[in-house]
C-alpha cells in the first residue's frame, strides 16, 4: 500500500508561481510511476507530469512543457510539482497519483498514461489561477 497526501494548492494571479508537494508513505520498493493529475470542473483527468523511480525519469505534458517542472527527492519520500507562468487554463483540483511501472503498457511511465492505470491516489488540492 502506498499514501500520498498532497498541499500547496493555493489562489494566485496569472503569471504567478506555484509548488505542489506530494509526501509519499508506505512501501515504495520496486519501481514506481509517480504522477501529478489535475481535473477541471466537468472535465476528465488530464495528466500534466510524471516521475520513473526506476530510472529517475521525469516527463511533462505539451500543455505545460516550460512551465512546470517535476521532481523527486528520495531522501524526504517527496515529489513535487514547480508551477510557473500559471494560466487560468491551469484551475483545477490537482492530485499526486502512483503506479507499479508494470502496471502500464509496455511499463512506460509518461505524463500522458491513462489515469485509470494508476492504483494510488491523494486527496488532491486546489489551484485556482486569476485573471
Known amino acids: 500500500q502506498v499514501q500520498l497526501m498532497e498541499s500547496g494548492g493555493d489562489s494566485v494571479q496569472a503569471g504567478g508561481s506555484l509548488t505542489l508537494s506530494c509526501q509519499i508513505s508506505g512501501d515504495t520498493r520496486g519501481s514506481y510511476c509517480f504522477a501529478w493529475f489535475r481535473q477541471a470542473p466537468g472535465k476528465e483527468y488530464e495528466g500534466v507530469a510524471s516521475f520513473y523511480s526506476g530510472g529517475r525519469r521525469s516527463d511533462v505534458s505539451d500543455s505545460v512543457k516550460g512551465r512546470f517542472t517535476i521532481s523527486h527527492n528520495s531522501a524526504k519520500n517527496m515529489l513535487y510539482l514547480q508551477m510557473n507562468g500559471l494560466k487560468p487554463e491551469d484551475t483545477a483540483m490537482y492530485y499526486c497519483?502512483?503506479?507499479?511501472?508494470?502496471?502500464?503498457?509496455?511499463?512506460?511511465?509518461?505524463?500522458?498514461?491513462?489515469?485509470?492505470?494508476?492504483?494510488?491516489w491523494g486527496q488532491g488540492t486546489q489551484v485556482t489561477v486569476s485573471t
Open positions: 497519483a502512483a503506479t507499479k511501472r508494470q502496471a502500464l503498457p509496455n511499463d512506460y511511465c509518461h505524463a500522458s498514461a491513462e489515469s485509470s492505470r494508476f492504483v494510488y
